[in-house]
Structure formats: structure tokens, C-alpha cells
């Protein structure tokens, strides 16, 4: 079993930046991939970044050179950081992790970005 929390949303300006954080109940390394997904009003669920355990950060397009993924020293603690916020990035923001032949999903966070 693993749970997942989701912090640091909030609303900002467009041009703004935020820092999302993913804190899971196990290590990190212990976790076959991580991704963030988002989900914004009237839309389906999408991507923003996967990232598979060892392997390359997989950004969506829209966000590439905007957002970064990092883990930072923390052993159980991912970050997603997104500069440069547009309005169209407004969304719920999820954590998600596979590990075990399961996925496991954070309740999310709200991110909303104003014009």
C-alpha cells in the first residue's frame, strides 16, 4: 500500500510559479515509476510527466521548459516545479505511483492560474 500526498497549490498569475510536492508513504526507490497527471474542468486526465524509476523524465509537451520534476534529498518526497504558469495550466494536479503491479493515486491538488 502506498499513500500519497499532494501540497503546494494554490492560485497565482499568469507568469507565476508554483512548487508541487508528492510525499509518499514508502522510499521513493522502492516505487517503479512516479508520474503527475492533471486534470482541469470539462477535460479528461493528462499526463504532465512520467517518470519511470532510472530512467528519463518524460515531460508533455505544453509544459516542456516550463515545469521540472525533482526529488531533491528527500528519500520520499518528489517536487514538481512550474515557472512561467499560464492560465491553461489551471487544473487539479495529481500524484501517482506504480509499484507492485499497482497504481496508486494522491487526492490531488488545485492549481489555478489567473490571466
Known amino acids: 500500500q502506498v499513500q500519497l500526498v499532494e501540497s503546494g497549490g494554490g492560485s497565482v498569475q499568469a507568469g507565476g510559479s508554483l512548487t508541487l510536492s508528492c510525499t509518499a508513504s514508502?522510499?521513493?526507490?522502492?516505487?517503479?515509476?512516479m508520474a503527475w497527471y492533471r486534470q482541469a474542468p470539462g477535460n479528461q486526465r493528462e499526463y504532465v510527466a512520467r517518470m519511470p524509476a532510472g530512467g528519463n523524465i518524460d515531460y508533455t509537451e505544453s509544459v516542456k521548459g516550463r515545469f521540472t520534476v525533482s526529488s531533491g534529498n528527500a528519500k520520499n518526497t518528489v517536487y514538481l516545479q512550474m515557472n512561467s504558469l499560464k492560465p491553461e495550466d489551471t487544473a487539479v494536479y495529481y500524484c501517482?505511483?506504480?509499484?507492485?503491479?499497482?497504481?496508486?493515486w494522491g487526492q490531488g491538488t488545485q492549481v489555478t492560474v489567473s490571466s
Open positions: 501517482v505511483a506504480w509499484r507492485r503491479d499497482r497504481w496508486y
Open positions: 514508502v522510499s521513493i526507490s522502492s516505487i517503479n515509476a
